[in-house]
Nanobody
Framework: QVQLLESGGGLVQAGGSLRLSCVGS????????MGWYRQAPGKQRELVAV???????NYAGSVKGRFTISRDNAKDTVYLQMNSLKPDDTAVYYC????????????????WGQGTQVSVSS
């Protein structure tokens, strides 16, 4: 059984930075695709960033140039460095992992973290 544990959320002023971490445990494969979704109140869950086992990345247009996803396969950990944060980035951020590619809303993804709150004040 795979478990994902996120950390690093919090409250920050607009323009600030946060770094999210997600540690995988259990039977997680380094071949898994890993990434981050977020869900703001009253909105649908959306894909923020994804990284393959080989290090290929993809980002939502709204975060491109501000967020960076990376992974350390030796530690089964994926990171999300978030810079130039905006109030619109306020959401619960979820780590996800699966053998298959990620859909825009996360349907069918097998493993999820519990979520970490990111709040950006104006």
């Amino acid at each position: 059984q795979v478990q994902l544990l996120e950390s690093g959320g919090g409250l920050v002023q607009a323009g600030g930075s946060l770094r999210l971490s997600c540690v995988g445990s259990g039977d997680i494969s380094r071949s898994y695709v890993m990434g981050w979704y977020r869900q703001a109140p009253g909105k649908q869950r959306e894909l923020v960033a994804v990284i393959t086992s080989g290090g290929r990345t993809n980002y939502a247009g709204s975060v491109k140039g501000r967020f960076t996803i990376s992974r350390d396969n030796a530690k089964d950990t994926v990171y999300l460095q978030m810079n130039s944060l905006k109030p619109d980035d306020t959401a619960v951020y979820y780590c996800a992992a699966d053998r298959n590619s990620f859909s825009p809303r996360g349907s069918g993804i097998r493993y999820w973290g519990q979520g970490t709150q990111v709040s950006v004040s104006s």
